[in-house]
């Protein structure tokens, strides 16, 4: 064999031997969009043969919101012969969107066919992990500032609660004070409480009571969400303590009156012989119950065709106990989704929900546990809550 025919055999060699062994996806596509090479790579990150793919348009595995960006980026290369970058959605085997990013450029072979070539390299964790340091950073300074509001807003509240209670004193018969007042400036106090009565000025009074105390419960809510709390931490089963949470979620007053869990299925998935788990219960009590009480009033606030259900699952993945509570209820966008966490967010009616909830549930996980809560959802397919915690336990 010829010393350059050799070498071109070698490099050919070593160039399939790269490219069969890239941990990246390497394809290549006709300018109409469809695959004419996928390396195998591409069955270990997405789950494909590449003959399920080879021969198949780009837009059968791609986001359709993703699609039209992904053409324009192809026209510009295809337009400028320039390298350009892009990143998208793209379907995995298993039903679930991965993140990727993609460098294509224009090719053209020894017969003069050209292609699009590139590479794309799995950034899902990666951003999930960017999105959750910046929820972390931003719920920091929120909390900073709720703290700050918290304590502002107590004294006042603490006077208007105190100041409500001293009006209804005043107005007694059985203060001895009182009857000497009213005495010196000639009125009946039977009569004053009969107007009060009439008016409706005790009615009054008993609203700016009932409001003073919902909001003292906001700000309770505030500061505990301003705090770190891991004290009280002890190791635990996990099964065992979801499912007295499960229990106390059925037996809770306030929550049978608003929902009636025995309408809805509750499935129970725990993996056997899972290590204890270091926890504050009342802490991870109020974040389950907190989840629990959010899937009840979607799923009891929506006209679903089928079985309202929640489902409930326990087990270990990555060094870490995992939680998952999912219902089967109307979900929610993207963009609610992305806000969930955030305090004063919530898209219930005034007056029925705070907003403060889950942005507390997300300090106790992430703050108190050094864990992660994460949520997953679309529209009209239900939504999961995951809970991880460190197996190791609260630092």
């Given at each position: 064999?010829?010393?350059?025919?050799?070498?071109?055999?070698?490099?050919?060699?070593?160039?399939?031997?790269?490219?069969?062994?890239?941990?990246?996806?390497?394809?290549?596509?006709?300018?109409e969009?469809?695959?004419?090479?996928?390396s195998?790579?591409?069955?270990?990150?997405?789950?494909?043969?590449?003959?399920?793919?080879?021969?198949?348009n780009?837009?059968?595995?791609?986001?359709?919101?993703?699609?039209?960006?992904?053409?324009?980026?192809f026209?510009a290369?295809?337009?400028?012969?320039?390298?350009q970058?892009?990143?998208?959605?793209i379907?995995?085997?298993?039903?679930?969107?991965?993140?990727?990013?993609?460098?294509v450029?224009?090719?053209?072979?020894?017969n003069?066919?050209?292609?699009?070539?590139?590479?794309?390299?799995d950034?899902?964790?990666?951003l999930?992990?960017?999105?959750?340091?910046?929820?972390s950073?931003?719920?920091?300074?929120?909390?900073?500032?709720?703290?700050?509001?918290?304590?502002?807003?107590?004294?006042?509240?603490?006077?208007?609660?105190?100041?409500?209670?001293?009006?209804?004193r005043?107005?007694?018969?059985?203060?001895?004070?009182?009857?000497?007042?009213?005495?010196e400036?000639?009125?009946?106090?039977?009569?004053?409480?009969?107007?009060?009565?009439?008016?409706g000025?005790?009615?009054?009074?008993?609203?700016?009571?009932?409001?003073?105390?919902?909001?003292?419960?906001?700000?309770?809510n505030?500061?505990?969400?301003?705090?770190?709390?891991?004290?009280?931490?002890?190791?635990?089963?996990?099964?065992?303590?979801?499912?007295k949470?499960?229990?106390?979620?059925?037996?809770?007053?306030?929550m049978?009156?608003?929902?009636?869990?025995?309408?809805?299925?509750?499935?129970?998935?725990?993996?056997?012989?899972?290590?204890?788990?270091?926890?504050?219960?009342?802490?991870?009590?109020?974040?389950?119950?907190?989840?629990?009480?959010?899937?009840?009033?979607?799923?009891?606030?929506?006209?679903?065709?089928?079985?309202?259900?929640?489902?409930?699952?326990?087990r270990?993945?990555?060094?870490?106990?995992?939680?998952?509570i999912?219902?089967?209820?109307?979900?929610?966008?993207?963009?609610?989704?992305?806000?969930?966490?955030?305090p004063?967010f919530?898209?219930?009616?005034i007056?029925?929900?705070?907003?403060?909830?889950?942005?507390?549930?997300?300090?106790?996980?992430?703050?108190?546990?050094?864990?992660?809560?994460?949520?997953?959802?679309?529209?009209?397919?239900?939504?999961?809550?995951?809970?991880?915690?460190?197996?190791?336990?609260?630092?």
């Open positions: 064999m010829p010393p350059k025919a050799e070498m071109f055999f070698k490099s050919e060699s070593r160039y399939r031997m790269l490219v069969e062994n890239s941990s990246d996806i390497i394809f290549s596509l006709d300018f969009g469809y695959f004419d090479y996928v195998p790579a591409w069955k270990n990150i997405l789950g494909h043969e590449p003959s399920e793919v080879i021969g198949h780009f837009r059968e595995f791609v986001n359709p919101d993703d699609i039209p960006r992904c053409e324009d980026i026209m290369v295809i337009r400028t012969n320039s390298m970058e892009m990143t998208y959605r379907h995995h085997g298993d039903g679930s969107w991965r993140r990727h990013t993609s460098r450029n224009r090719h053209r072979d020894e003069g066919v050209q292609t699009i070539f590139g590479t794309a390299h950034v899902t964790e990666r999930r992990f960017e999105e959750l340091m910046t929820q950073e931003k719920m920091t300074m929120i909390s900073g500032m709720a703290a700050g509001m918290a304590h502002e807003i107590n004294n006042p509240l603490g006077a208007i609660l105190q100041h409500a209670q001293n009006i209804e005043r107005v007694s018969a059985n203060i001895p004070a009182n009857v000497q007042a009213a005495a400036v000639g009125v009946s106090l039977d009569l004053v409480h009969a107007y009060m009565e009439k008016r000025i005790f009615d009054f009074i008993a609203h700016i009571r009932s409001a003073g105390i919902k909001a003292s419960d906001i700000i309770t505030m500061l505990q969400f301003s705090r770190r709390s891991d004290a009280g931490a002890e190791p635990v089963d996990l099964s065992t303590f979801v499912d949470v499960l229990e106390l979620a059925g037996t809770d007053y306030d049978k009156k608003k929902y009636n869990f025995h309408r809805i299925e509750l499935q129970r998935h725990y993996v056997a012989d899972l290590p204890p788990v270091l926890l504050s219960v009342t802490g991870m009590e109020q974040v389950l119950l907190n989840i629990l009480n959010n899937a009840a009033q979607a799923l009891a606030g929506s006209d679903l065709p089928h079985q309202p259900r929640i489902s409930v699952r326990t270990v993945a990555a060094g870490m106990a995992v939680i998952e999912e219902d089967n209820g109307p979900g929610m966008d993207k963009k609610t989704a992305q806000r969930i966490f955030e004063f919530t898209t219930k009616e007056g029925v929900g705070t907003g403060l909830g889950l942005s507390v549930a997300y300090e106790i996980v992430t703050k108190g546990h050094h864990g992660l809560i994460d949520v997953s959802s679309q529209p009209g397919m239900g939504c999961c809550f995951t809970v991880k915690l460190p197996l190791q336990g609260v630092a």
